[in-house]
């Protein structure tokens, strides 16, 4: 049997007024207004990057149009007008590396602790412990480090570099220790205890969001926590806990106060972790305020290099982010 379609009305329907009367209904206009300043602060901060690349590029570029590749070289000497920035580009990522090696462990256990093994009464006081440390100014930090850290661990620097002494690579790492104990590693340790805290709490947040039913699942086959900590949260929270490494060493190749205060200004490559070093950032903070012309382009050029690898960090953290997500199935 053929079955036809309904006859179609040959007006509209009238539209219902809205509670202000107007044939619209209530609530877009607040919504546009909400769209459009939604994308202006957008588009502020993307303006506001803008002009910071721009206005340090723009200063920076005598240093850029001089050295030319020749920014990486290792040869920096303000006084015969040599200007590369290969020792501190090599200082940032050591000082960075170091932190990492201390930090990500720490942090890790930190969090597994709180989330996983602590009792619920004292969950909250170590977690505003661990808040607390990350609201402390990083001159702070320094300042102790400078004052009661320094001093004291170059003697166990010297102990270590005497005990490794025939050992092979590590008489070499460990050699010649600075007497003051301003260097590569003093500076990684305060490094290591700023960015604790981030890395903590980011990778705190990521092993809560791991589902009750995995955590029933592994304890149902029999599996002890720790078991259940390898087979269920770590597998969940891969990608959460990379991204909160990457974002960790982010912070800690840009530190600036308190890695000036005790690495030791050494514009120099070397493979000694006890000796005396410099950053990109620690070197603009000793030196900005003496410097003119060419020099200062060059420690501003310093600065956009610091930038731009800020930004390589963040953009390789999204990056595998996403590839976990994709390989996974999971979702942001």
Known sequence: MAVSAPPRPSTPPARTPGL?????????????????????SGLLVMVILALIVYSTVDHAWPWFEKEGL????????????DFGAGAMV???????????????????????????????????????????????????YGLWAFLVLAQPISGVYEDISSVTGDI?????????????GLS??????????????????ITREVFATTPVSLREAAYGLGATRWEMI?????????????????????????????????IGSSQQISAHLFGPGETLASIIANQFGESTGVYQAALIGMGVVLLAFTVVVGMSARFVIARYERRT????
Do not use: Q
């Open 20 to 40: 202000s009367g107007a044939d619209r209904p209530p609530g877009v206009v607040t919504d546009r207004i909400f769209g459009w300043l939604a994308l202006a």
């Open 168 to 180: 092979p690579v590590l008489e070499t790492l460990f050699a010649d220790p600075s007497k003051t």
């Open 70 to 81: 020749g920014i990486f070289a290792d040869n920096w000497d303000p006084a015969h007008g």
């Open 184 to 201: 590569y590693m003093t500076a990684g340790i305060v490094v290591a205890i700023m960015i604790t805290p981030i890395i903590t709490s």
């Open 90 to 140: 090599y200082g940032t990522f050591l000082v960075g590396l170091i932190a990492l090696v201390i930090s990500v462990p720490v942090s890790v256990g930190i969090a597994l602790f709180v989330t996983e093994v602590a009792p619920r009464r004292l969950r909250r006081p170590v977690v505003y412990t661990v808040d607390l440390l990350a609201a402390i100014p990083s001159v702070v």
């Open 230 to 262: 390898r087979g269920s949260v770590f597998p969940h929270s891969r990608g959460g806990v990379v991204s909160a490494v990457m974002i960790g060493f982010g912070r800690a190749i840009g530190e600036t106060i308190a890695v000036a205060l005790v």
């Open 329 to 332: 199935g999971a979702t942001a």
